[in-house]
């Protein structure tokens, strides 16, 4: 993976730096990383050659026509639960269902790129990768096994697939598209990938505060053959210069225990992620610039907290907004969670707003 530099910036550039705009900052990119429980994973932090042989695993996975959809944790716990999986028996149940397998069960050259890249854990009866790899489109994104537990764990999952199909449906409304876009809390970098590849002439900024996800992200990228993106790592707005004229997020929204950077939002019923990002959002978008937030919002009666106190603000800065229920019930499960006792549901909702 290419790391640039530029003045006291420095990002993890895809292929060529991108000429004549505004250098994009990040300060600390190795001070910041996100902290690793020792002994947590037996995988590496990725360095050159372990980026170029993931890249080379992912070309392999295309080659081989693989696809595979991530679902819920709640689901994957259930199918790996059936008889007859405890183990994989093709590449799906290796890099998809995150289940054990034996060596023979790869291709030598498969098994070997693996190791190169630092995802291969588990002893030799019992080998296991810790890396899934994700259909969406034609895009094929790595990111962590299941269980995602790890406190630097890269997330993709079904809110993922509602995301990033909402803002394809959405992308109609925004023209010829946008010249500087950014995805905040990018992850494998669906999101930033879509744009990209959609608006070829666009510079793309991913940015996330797990600088795992962004080593992944660049796989990605390079698997996709995506020149346009730029990946920084930054806390929310904290590190990012300038302004946008697409900004579109998933963030965090979940109330958690362990605080797992791509599961909690904060604040009350895990929602001030959200706010934060429509906040310094409207604030750094163009005139005529769209924001496009997805997230879930944790309801209790009729009224709806987390709508109701952005509309002042959205009322006063956009020219037009729109915000939906996209599914009325989703983590079911997490509602018997501490913090959790007086929610109805948690929603997932998409708020597209257009600045003013
Ligand atoms: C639910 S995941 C979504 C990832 C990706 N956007 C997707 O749709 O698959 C939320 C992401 O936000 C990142 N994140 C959490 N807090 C953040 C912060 N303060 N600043 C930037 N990114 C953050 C997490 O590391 C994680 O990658």
Not at 166 to 187: K, N
Not at 255 to 282: F, K, M, N, Q, W
Not at 310 to 331: A, G, H, K, N, Q
């Amino acid at each position: 993976m290419d790391k640039g530099s530029h003045g006291d910036c420095s990002t993890i550039h895809i292929a060529n730096q991108i000429p004549h705009r505004p250098p994009v900052r990040l300060s600390g990119y190795v001070a910041q990383r996100t902290e690793r429980r020792p002994g947590a994973c037996d995988a590496e932090a990725m360095n050159t050659s372990n980026a170029n042989a993931l890249l080379a695993l992912g070309r392999s996975l295309h080659a081989a026509g693989y696809r595979f959809m991530t679902v819920t944790p709640s689901t994957h716990r259930r199918l790996n639960g059936r008889p007859g999986n405890e183990e994989a028996t093709d590449l799906r149940g290796v890099f998809g269902w995150s289940r054990p397998f034996r060596p023979e069960l790869l291709p030598p050259d498969m098994l070997e790129r693996m190791k190169e890249a630092g995802v291969l854990a588990g002893k030799q009866a019992a080998l296991r990768s810790t890396v899934r790899a994700s259909t969406l489109g034609e895009l094929l994104l790595f990111h962590s096994a299941y269980p995602t537990s790890e406190p630097d764990a890269v997330f993709l999952g079904p809110d993922t697939y509602r995301f990033v199909g909402t803002m394809q449906r959405a992308f109609p409304w925004i023209g010829s598209g946008p010249t500087r876009a950014l995805d905040i809390g990018c992850g494998s970098g669906a999101a930033a990938l879509t744009i990209a590849r959609k608006f070829p002439h666009a510079e793309v900024i991913g940015a996330d505060i797990n600088v795992k996800a962004l080593e992944l992200a660049a796989v990605n990228a390079r698997l996709a053959r995506v020149d346009n993106l730029a990946l920084c790592h930054s806390d929310l707005f904290g590190s990012l210069e300038g302004d946008f004229d697409l900004i579109v997020a998933n963030p965090p929204y979940i109330l958690d225990e362990d605080r797992l950077p791509y599961r909690h939002g904060g604040g009350e019923r895990g929602a001030e992620l959200s706010r934060r990002i429509v906040e310094d959002s409207l604030a750094r978008l163009r005139p005529g610039g769209n924001l496009m937030l997805y997230t879930g919002v944790a309801l209790s009666g009729a009224d709806d907290h987390f709508l109701e106190s952005l509309r002042p603000l959205l009322e006063r800065t956009c020219d037009m907004w729109s915000y939906e229920e996209l599914d009325p019930d989703i983590f079911g499960g997490q509602l018997g969670e501490p913090g959790y006792e007086d929610v109805e549901r948690i929603a997932a909702v998409w708020l597209h707003a257009v600045k003013r």
